[in-house]
């Protein structure tokens, strides 16, 4: 089965969520990453889900017919160069449903492009590799989507390592 690359689509800030909606309800395949934060109203605790690149999802389509994509509502534009949308490596779409499926911690971090690289050999995220970083007896794991120069980090336990 040959499909499409996934492709970083920038739509308006706090429409993430509609639409990616709106995007499946036309049958493409989108992914919008999101985590839980907490946020206090008046006398009580809310979980919100967030974006985690706010502005941004990803979606796989035909790159020969993008107007369906354009002309959703709160699409502002295809990340490319000229005409031609960049593609997003699949191993970091997967890397990014992979950790968001193991339950794990995770927060927006700001894009690491150097630093010592750690590989996971166990644990929920066994096989991923990223930038090591540790804190307070606890270590981070940065891992980026290189195309929005954007990361997020996983709290990482020290036997995954």
């Not at 993430?16 to 036309?26: A, D, H, M, P, Y």
């Not at 990340?79 to 927060?107: F, Q, S």
């Not at 270590?139 to 336990?157: D, G, H, N, P, Y």
Request: one cysteine or more; proline letters at 7%; hydrophobic letters at 40%.
């Amino acid at each position: 089965m040959n499909l499409a690359p996934w492709c970083a689509i920038q739509v308006r800030r706090n429409r993430e969520i509609e639409t990616s909606r709106l995007l499946r309800e036309k049958g493409y395949e989108q992914f919008l990453p999101l985590y839980k934060i907490c946020r206090r109203r008046a006398n009580r605790v809310i979980e919100l889900e967030t974006p985690l690149f706010p502005g941004y999802l990803f979606c796989r389509y035909d790159w020969e017919v993008r107007s369906p994509i354009v002309t959703t509502r709160g699409v502002l534009r295809i990340v490319g160069m000229g005409n031609r949308p960049a593609e997003v490596p699949e191993e970091e779409i997967e890397m990014l449903r992979r950790t968001l499926d193991a339950k794990v911690d995770v927060e927006p971090w700001p894009y690491l492009q150097k630093g010592e690289v750690a590989y996971l050999q166990s644990g929920p995220l066994r096989g991923l590799h990223g930038i090591f970083e540790g804190f307070d007896r606890k270590f981070r794991l940065i891992l980026s989507v290189t195309l929005l120069q954007r990361s997020i980090a996983v709290i990482a336990e020290p036997e995954w390592l």
